[in-house]
């Protein structure tokens, strides 16, 4: 079965760290693009980052340039976004997917894409 899943998510106060990770089932992650978007309530989804299959590449938001950073460990499998300093606006919930072949990573992030597959989602609140 071919699934992308998060994990990392919680609660944490202004101005803390998550580690969000993002882990491939049934396909090579190697392969592809892979963005990280969020979704806070009552808003739409957004690209917070990029990263290209070859880790070349990354995009990110103005919104948390500078705090966030992508990487991704294609034998495990697996992308990360470390989030630092974050802000009660980072709440919501973060997805991440996978991009089609040849995607840049801005146009990823920025939703001219469509994703190839997506996971279920992992919730970040920040919160004092």
């Known amino acids: 079965q071919l699934q992308l899943v998060e994990s990392g998510g919680g609660l944490v106060q202004p101005g803390e760290s998550l580690r969000l990770s993002c882990a491939a089932s049934?396909?090579?992650?190697?392969?592809?693009?892979i963005g990280w978007f969020r979704q806070a309530p009552g808003k739409e989804r957004e690209g917070v980052s990029c990263i290209s299959s070859s880790a070349s590449d990354t995009y990110y938001a103005n919104s948390v340039k500078g705090r966030f950073t992508i990487s991704r460990d294609n034998a495990k499998n697996t992308v990360y976004l470390q989030m630092n300093s974050l802000k009660p606006e980072d709440t919501g919930v973060y997805y991440c997917?996978?991009?089609?072949?040849?995607?840049?990573?801005?146009?990823?992030?920025?939703?001219?894409?469509?994703?190839?597959?997506w996971g279920k989602g992992t919730l970040v609140t920040v919160s004092s």
């Open positions: 049934g396909f090579t992650l190697g392969y592809y693009g």
């Open positions: 997917a996978a991009g089609p072949l040849g995607a840049t990573v801005q146009a990823m992030c920025d939703g001219y894409y469509a994703m190839d597959y």
